[in-house]
């Protein structure tokens, strides 16, 4: 069956949002991870070892987290993209 219309559009227009939120999600983390990792090396050198590894331990789990559910969510919708779902 082949969708006609303002389904097909909608559908379109539904994957483009939530693709471009995915997006900036992901830009939003790996910045963040970015700015943690800068914010380490100044601890670090200054001798506070552990507050260092505490936030490097925690900016590593943020960004593992969001790139699970992100990938998640594409093996989910893969079989509605490819148009079997």
Do not use: H
Not at 18 to 43: E, G, H, K, W
Not at 60 to 75: E, K
Request: hydrophobic residues 65%.
């Amino acid at each position: 069956m082949i969708l006609d219309g303002p389904v097909r559009v909608a559908n379109f227009e539904a994957a483009w949002y939530y693709s471009l939120l995915v997006f900036v999600a992901v830009m939003l983390t790996v910045a963040a991870f970015v700015m943690a990792q800068s914010a380490v090396r100044p601890m670090w050198r200054a001798g506070d070892r552990g507050m260092a590894a505490a936030v490097c331990a925690a900016a590593t789990i943020g960004l593992l987290l969001m790139l699970s559910v992100v990938t998640t969510i594409a093996v989910a919708l893969l079989p509605a993209a490819a148009g079997r779902g």
